[in-house]
């Protein structure tokens, strides 16, 4: 089953590396050769830049338990929380 798994998301990366490559030899907007081949602009844009950073899921996920573990340099922010009348803590 894993291996299934492998084979679609190499078949995947090969469909949209095939369509960002025939983007860049078209010399079309992002927009244009998206509508012009029926694809979804941002799943074209995701790919683009999945696949420029090299788009390794094992780097950013352990294996497991189903916790993610993200890289150190991520941070988190809490959204500031109101008190009554409108006023943040």
Do not use: V
Request: proline share 3%; aromatic share 10%; glycine share 12%.
């Amino acid at each position: 089953m894993e291996q299934n798994k492998r084979s679609g998301r190499d078949a995947k990366r090969s469909y949209w590396g095939d369509h960002i490559a025939g983007w860049k030899q078209s010399g079309l907007s992002q927009q244009a050769y998206c509508r012009k081949h029926q694809l979804s602009l941002s799943s074209f844009g995701y790919w683009r830049s999945r696949l420029k950073r090299g788009g390794d899921d094992q780097a950013r996920f352990s294996p497991g338990n189903g916790r993610h573990r993200y890289s150190d340099n991520l941070t988190t922010t809490r959204a500031p929380r109101l008190r009554p009348g409108g006023h943040t803590r």
